[in-house]
């Protein structure tokens, strides 16, 4: 049964910081893996999908790397911005459509 | 493009009662799944839908049941609502089954017990 973890729960930090937010799974055997950010009682924007084959996936200030060797990934967020303050959730899919869900990491960027 | 669809946003009803969601995917996708997302147990997978027929299922009680449409708009449907059921129920879309299949979530539906 797959596992996602991911570290740390929360995080506040200043504006302009880079920062790094960790996710790790337990089966190494997934076809891809998903970030989302999540604004309070909204729903899930997907942010990068990094697919079984790649090592990492960039989209503006945003990075995200996957070792399944390991089990990890990383997204990477360049110059935060207040405007990044969400919980970001990483997603394993192992099996169809079906995604396995971190419990993911709450970002703060403070003005 | 428009994003994916859910309908209604809010619900309230009592326990006892069964409720009805919706879920109308980005045009074009054949793969709906449904999550419920509360504040103790994260996103949890409930199931999925791929050409009418479920494809998985998740570990939930037999109360929770779902279908999809030759359009592929999905329904969902809770009966004997308990007060663990309030929660907000959330759709995702994606084009394919295979390794690409980026999944798009829906706003959600706020679902609340009394």
């Known amino acids: 049964k797959q596992e996602v973890t991911q570290i740390p729960a929360a995080l506040s930090v200043p504006e302009g910081e880079n920062l790094v937010l960790n996710c790790s799974f337990t089966d190494s055997a997934i076809y891809n893996l998903q970030w989302f950010r999540q604004d309070p009682g909204k729903g899930l924007t997907s942010l990068l999908l990094i697919q079984s084959s790649q090592r990492e996936q960039t989209s503006g200030r945003l990075n995200a790397s996957l070792d399944k060797s390991s089990g990890r990934s990383t997204l990477y967020i360049a110059a935060s911005q207040p405007g990044d303050s969400a919980t970001y959730l990483c997603a394993a899919r192992t099996s169809g459509s079906r995604l396995t869900f971190g419990e993911g990491t709450q970002l703060t960027v403070n003005p | 493009k428009a994003g994916v669809t859910q309908t209604p946003r809010y619900l309230i009803k009592t326990r006892g009662q069964q409720v009805t969601l919706s879920c109308s995917p980005i045009?074009?996708?054949?793969?709906v799944s449904w999550y419920q997302q509360t504040p103790g147990q994260g996103l949890q997978f409930l199931f999925e839908y791929f050409s009418e027929t479920q494809r998985n299922k998740g570990n939930f009680p037999g109360r929770f049941s779902g279908r999809q449409f030759s359009n592929s708009r999905s329904e969902m449907n809770v009966s004997t609502l308990e007060l663990g059921d309030s929660a907000l129920y959330l759709c995702?879309?994606?084009?394919?089954?295979?390794?690409?299949?980026?999944?798009?979530f829906g706003p959600g539906t706020r679902l609340t017990v009394l």
């Open positions: 045009s074009g996708h054949r793969s």
């Open positions: 995702a879309s994606s084009f394919t089954s295979g390794e690409r299949n980026e999944q798009f």
